[in-house]
C-alpha cells in the first residue's frame, strides 16, 4: 500500500499540529516496514530539519509554492490534483490546512473546531483568513473524506454538531506526550532554572499565545494566590506568540510574570518539572497536549472542566471553570497542598497515552479505507 502524507505543519515549529505531524509520522515509520510512504511538504520559505525520517520505504518531496496560493487552489476552488505531485497513492491523508482533491481514499485530522466555537480569537495575519479557509477547507473534507480522525470525543461532538457528520465516520484517537516528557534530576531541573532565571517558586503556563489560552484569566487568578498566601511566587510563560493582542500585563504584578517565549524540546522537561503548579485554564481545546506534557514530568496540573480538557486529565488534575479567576485561584492554591498526591496520580495518568499507540490506530485505519 502506498500512503501519501502532507506534512507541511512541521514547518510552522512549536505548535501542537506540528509536535503531531512530527511523531505520528516518526511512529508510523518505526513501526511498519511493509508500506511505502509518501511524504510531501509545501512552504515558499520555511523549512525544518526532517532527519528524523528514516527509513528505506520512505520518499519525502518538497514543493516551493505560498501557503495562501495552495489555500485558494485546493480550498477555494478545489482543482489541480495532489496526484500530480506526489503521484497515485491508495491512502492521503491530508493536513489541517488544505484538503486537495485525489483519486486516493482520504483521511484527516481535525485537532479542534475552534474557528466555530471560538471565531473571535482568529484575526487575518499575513493575508490569511483562518476562519474562512478552515471553513472552506471542512466543507471539502464533508463531501468527500472517508475518514475522519479526531483528538477526542469532544472534538468528535462538535464535528457531529457544526458539519452535521455522521457520528460512524469519525474516529477518536488520542496524542500523548514524547518520551523526553519525564521526571528530571535535580541538577537538570537546577541547571535550567538558572538558565531561564528561575530563582523562585513558581506557576507555569505552556503554549501558543493567543485568546483561547486564557492568559488573562491566569494573571488575574495569580494576583489572588499572591494576595491569600503572601509567598513570593513568579508567573512564569512559555510559547511563541500566535495572535492576538499580545499580553497586556498588570503593572502591580510586572515584576513577578517572566515571559520567557519558545523553549526548546530539550529545557522544557526541567521547566515543567521545576514549577510549583501548571496552570492551563484554556477555553477551548480538541486535546491539551501541554496537560499530559506537564503530568509526565511529575508537575501538578490545574486545567479547564470543558471541551476536550477532562478527558485528558482524567482525575489527575484539578479541574475549573475557566472563567471564573476566582476558582482557577483555589485550584491552584488546592493543587500546593496536593502536590505529591497529584503527582502520582498525573504520572500514571500520563502512561495511558503514547504515540506509538497513536501510529498503530492510524495505521488500522488506512489499511481499513483501502480495502
Known sequence: MKIGLDISQIV?????????????VENLLSLDKKDDYLLFFSSLRGTADFSFLQGENLILKRFKMPPLFLEQVWNNFHFL???KFIGKVDVFHSSDWTQPPTSAKKVTTIHDLS?????ENFHRRGGHDIVANQKRRLEWVKKEVDVIIADSNATKTDIVHYLNISPEKIRVIYLA???NFR????????????????EKPYLLCVGAIEPRKNLKGVMKAFKIVKEKLGQDLELVIAGKFAWGEGLKIDPKIKNQVKVLGFISQEDLPSVYAGASCFVYPSFYEGFGLPVLEAMSCGCPVVTSNCSSLP????????????????????????AFKRREELKQKGLAQALKFSWEKTAKQTLTIYREVAK
Open 183 to 198: 521526571i528530571t534530576k535535580r541538577e537538570q531541573i537546577t541547571q535550567t532554572r538558572e538558565k531561564y532565571g528561575l
Open 12 to 24: 510552522y515549529k512549536g505548535t501542537g499540529v506540528a509536535k503531531y505531524t512530527t511523531e505520528l
Open 177 to 179: 506526550a514524547d518520551d
Open 115 to 119: 474557528v466555530f466555537t471560538n471565531p
Open 81 to 83: 490534483s495532489i496526484d
Open 311 to 334: 478527558e485528558v486529565a482524567g482525575d489527575a488534575g484539578i479541574l475549573v471553570n475557566p472563567k471564573s479567576e476566582e476558582e482557577i485561584a483555589k485550584g491552584i492554591i488546592n
